[in-house]
């Protein structure tokens, strides 16, 4: 794999920049690869549109930012309304149809509804969206194994959640293979 | 007969072009650092403190100067109103160091005046000794922050519009744990002034009002005797005293044991080890 | 005021959680961590047991790692109250023996100047990280390079410093042992030039085995044998420094920043004293510089077209120059500074023989262009600067702006 780039974006909040920690974790240390994540500051992010960037690749990676994503995943309207302009024809989009309401202005791209928002309450609360959200990238990507993401979510996230974050994690690969 | 102090002195060698010292004829900073050689000698013998774990510290002005060659110990003449600050740095780096600040009244209370109460509320074991001689002294004698109301000087010369700080009392408020003031017409409670404060764990902030001839335009013997006068003697009983106008208490303001920052922090290091 | 009983302090830490943590440097092996993290890890790892410093954004995340894990180690850390005394605090530490750190940005980079240029006269080992952000004044709290010239010239008077510049995380951790093993040796403040992208980011940090990696401690007077009574406190040794004791060590040190003769002393002043003192320690980092620089070339066969660049901006050029010789510009070649101060003409000039067009991407409105344009004003037609305020370049800035004047 020589690059591969992803983007998670939604509100201040949703868990967006934990996704982009767990996703280069579970890369570098567990399924060595090289990842480098970073996340905005800018004033997009006090507008919805925070967002966490993780680039893969077997070899080194030199520019450490999102050019044109393989995948975005859009927890919010505006994440959408601004990113998916540098989302590559043919790439994957993600998005949680209860937030991303209006219809996607393009043709030429991938696009999976996953209500990560109403899987999670069913976990148990709404926070843990990102994982359901994180599951259903894992699965419809396939770059990194799921055994990979389930040791960083082990360290990312604290002891007494972990259960109902892997649980999310499941419910979010289960929903996007039926 | 030589003079017990200038054992700790360098008088020797490279440096004993240094003597006699830069300091004006009559200044009272040079008596000041004498009292303080006293009290360091004192903790050396009684207390059996290795010499060599003294470091003094100044900032920048003629209290600053005893540190510029002619002290036989360890020492840094270092940026104005800085030196607490530089203090701090070394007392972390070796808690066993007896870190000595040598300030003037302008060097601690206006440039120095936020390090001074951090280090006084962190109650960092110091001893921070002021010389305070009303004036910035070494610049050419511009009004300071301890400068009397009404008092005229080269950057006051229709008289001092301000008001002035009470060093002791900052260094009680912001947290000391040992604060007196004395004069050089007082040698013997310097001394033992000094010594109390270099002993005692914490913060011990101890001001002595020294004379300078050259820019109050006075005979030293003279500004001494009036010290002599203008210092009352303090008891916590005269709390609220009004005093008159160039007056200005002499004592002990403040001895307590509030707990010192490094016996503090050592509490987190030594749960750490293994 | 009124006496309140002081409450005895117990740290907040279980014995299990005491015992769980690390009580030295990264073992060997794959981390992944937060650049601010790498930093403070890698000054753990060169010996560095005290932390002064004071919040600013983007540079508290080193400070938050310091308060966490200096206890851990041995050392000591202490929220200051402001910049000035955080630096001036590395001072006393590091005379008193002990390697000493801080980080900050643009705003307290300023303030920390007086300490930089006294570190500089009383030659003074410590490390200062400056996380830039854009400036002038509160400017913005995203990434820049604006500070690069300041690291060098904002200190009052002559003198010189070492700067470095880290482009990754794996960077964070060895420039800042490299940081401070110039500053052991060179016996001179070193100032390690990140930004906020780096500090922020994440990536894997390998940690080589501990023998395998050179940390350097400044050479003390009672190593070589010479004693307090003929130790001469300015003295370099075989040339290069002179020896640095630690306060408690019985030499007597009087520490100086005013100018001075070997042996200390500051009262008999000459214009000759003068100058033999200012130019030796300026002289010890300039002469050096070929010695102390890091730079390295890619693709300099046969290159017509020169970019260059240094820290993060490093990553976003040497894409655009992958894309452009996968395109079949195969005459663009690639410079990277890894230390920015001092600046190594010689070096530069023994690795560029000749280009038409230097391309400068920088963080800032072009700044290290200059020294750049002065070392090789004969050895390339056009100097462009390609700047951006703010954020990261992206590849296609610089691919543009290449493309506009090389077609």
């Known amino acids: 794999m020589k690059r591969y780039e992803i983007r998670i974006a939604g509100f201040g909040g949703q868990g967006v920049v934990t996704v982009g920690k767990i996703v280069g974790a579970a890369a570098a240390l567990y399924d060595k690869k090289n990842a480098v994540q970073t996340q905005s500051y800018g004033p997009e992010s006090r507008g919805g549109a925070c967002k966490s960037e993780v680039v893969l690749s077997d070899g080194e990676i030199h520019y450490p930012k999102v050019r044109t994503a393989d995948v975005l995943v859009a927890l919010s309207q505006p994440a959408l309304d601004i990113y998916l302009k540098d989302l590559k024809a043919g790439g994957l989009l993600i998005i949680d149809p209860l937030t991303v309401i209006k219809e996607v202005p393009r043709t030429d791209v991938k696009v999976v509804k996953v209500p990560t928002a109403e899987i999670a309450m069913k976990v148990g609360n709404r926070r843990f969206q990102n994982m359901v959200a994180l599951g259903s990238l894992a699965s419809l990507t396939g770059v990194i194994s799921p055994e990979a993401f389930k040791k960083a979510i082990q360290e990312a996230v604290p002891p007494k959640t972990l259960k109902q974050n892997l649980e999310a994690f499941e419910k979010g690969m289960d929903y996007v293979r039926s | ?274 | 005021m009124s006496e309140v009983e002081d409450t005895a302090f117990e740290p907040l830490l279980t014995d299990e959680e005491a015992k769980k943590v690390l009580h030295g440097p990264l073992p060997p092996g794959d981390h992944y961590l937060f650049g601010s993290d790498a930093c403070m890890e890698g000054a753990i790892f060169a010996g560095c047991r005290y932390y002064a410093g004071y919040p600013i954004t983007p540079a508290s995340e080193i400070m938050e790692k310091a308060a966490q894990r200096m206890p851990q180690v041995g050392g000591r850390f202490i929220q200051m109250e402001d910049e000035i005394s955080s630096a001036c605090s590395l001072i006393g530490a590091s005379w008193a023996g002990v390697k000493a750190m801080t980080a900050t940005s643009g705003p307290g980079f300023s303030l920390m100047m007086e300490a930089v240029s006294f570190g500089v006269m009383s030659e003074t080992p410590f490390l200062i990280v400056n996380v830039q952000r854009p400036g002038p004044g509160q400017g913005y709290i995203t990434s820049s390079q604006e500070d690069v010239m300041q690291a060098r010239w904002g200190h009052h008077g002559g003198g010189s410093i070492i700067a470095l510049a880290p482009s990754s995380v794996q960077e964070m951790f060895d420039f800042t042992i490299q940081a401070y093993n110039y500053a052991e040796e060179w016996r001179v403040p070193v100032i390690l030039l990140a930004d906020e992208t780096v500090a922020h980011m994440r990536e894997k940090l390998t940690v080589p085995p501990w023998d395998k990696v050179k940390v350097v401690n400044r050479i003390k007077p009672q190593t070589l044998g010479i004693v307090p009574e003929k130790f001469l406190p300015y003295e370099p040794y075989e040339g290069k420094v002179p020896p640095m004791p630690a306060w408690g060590d019985g030499y007597r040190v009087n520490v100086v920043g005013l100018v001075h003769h070997p042996d200390g002393n500051v009262t008999k002043y000459s214009p000759e004293m003068h100058m033999n003192c200012v130019s030796r320690i300026y002289r010890k980092i300039e002469d050096h510089a070929d010695e102390i620089a890091q730079v390295e070339g890619f693709f300099l066969e046969g290159c017509k077209n020169l970019v260059v660049a240094y820290g993060t901006t490093s990553r976003s050029a040497f894409e655009a120059v992958q894309e452009l010789r996968d395109k079949g510009r195969t005459d663009v070649g690639f410079l990277r500074l890894k230390t920015l101060w001092p600046f190594p003409d010689g070096k530069i000039r023994s690795m560029v023989k000749g280009v038409q067009n230097i391309f400068f991407p920088e963080m800032n409105l072009g700044y290290m262009i200059h020294p750049l344009r002065e070392s090789l004003r004969d050895r390339a037609e056009q100097f462009i600067s390609i700047p951006y305020l703010g954020a990261l370049h992206s590849p296609d800035l610089i691919i543009d702006k290449i493309r506009e004047v090389i077609g």
């Open chain 2, 1 to 274: 007969m030589k003079h017990p102090m200038l054992e700790y002195l360098k008088e020797s060698g490279a440096y004993g072009d240094r003597f006699p010292t830069i300091f004006c004829p009559g200044c009272g900073v040079g008596q000041a650092l004498n009292y303080a050689l006293n009290a360091v000698d004192r903790i050396v013998k009684k207390d059996g403190v290795p010499r060599d774990n003294f470091c003094f510290i100044s900032g920048i002005g003629c209290s600053a100067r005893v540190t510029s060659q002619y002290l036989g110990f360890d020492a840094i003449w270092s940026m104005h109103g800085r030196a607490p600050a530089v203090a701090t740095g070394a007392l972390l780096a070796r808690p066993e160091l007896r870190a000595i600040v040598v300030t003037g009244d302008g060097d601690a209370a206006a440039i120095g005046g936020n390090h001074f109460i951090h280090v006084c509320r962190r109650n960092l074991d110091m001893t921070i000794l002021c010389m305070n001689n009303n004036l910035y002294g070494m610049t050419g004698g511009q009004s300071s922050p301890t400068t009397l109301r009404g008092v005229p000087s080269t950057t006051s010369p229709y008289g001092n519009v301000e008001n002035t700080f009470d060093l002791c009392e900052m260094a009680v408020t912001a947290g000391a744990n040992y604060v007196a003031r004395w004069t050089t017409a007082h040698p013997q409670q310097c001394i033992q002034a000094l010594e109390k404060g270099i002993r005692k764990k914490g913060l011990s902030f101890i001001e002595i009002m020294v004379q300078c001839p050259t820019h109050w335009k006075e005979e030293p013997a003279k500004m001494m005797k009036k010290f002599k006068s203008q210092g009352v003697r303090f008891s916590p009983e005269k709390k609220g005293e009004t005093l008159k106008k160039d007056q200005f208490w002499v004592g002990e303001f403040m001895d307590r044991d509030r707990p010192e920052w490094l016996e503090t922090y050592q509490k987190i290091i030594d749960r750490f080890k293994e």
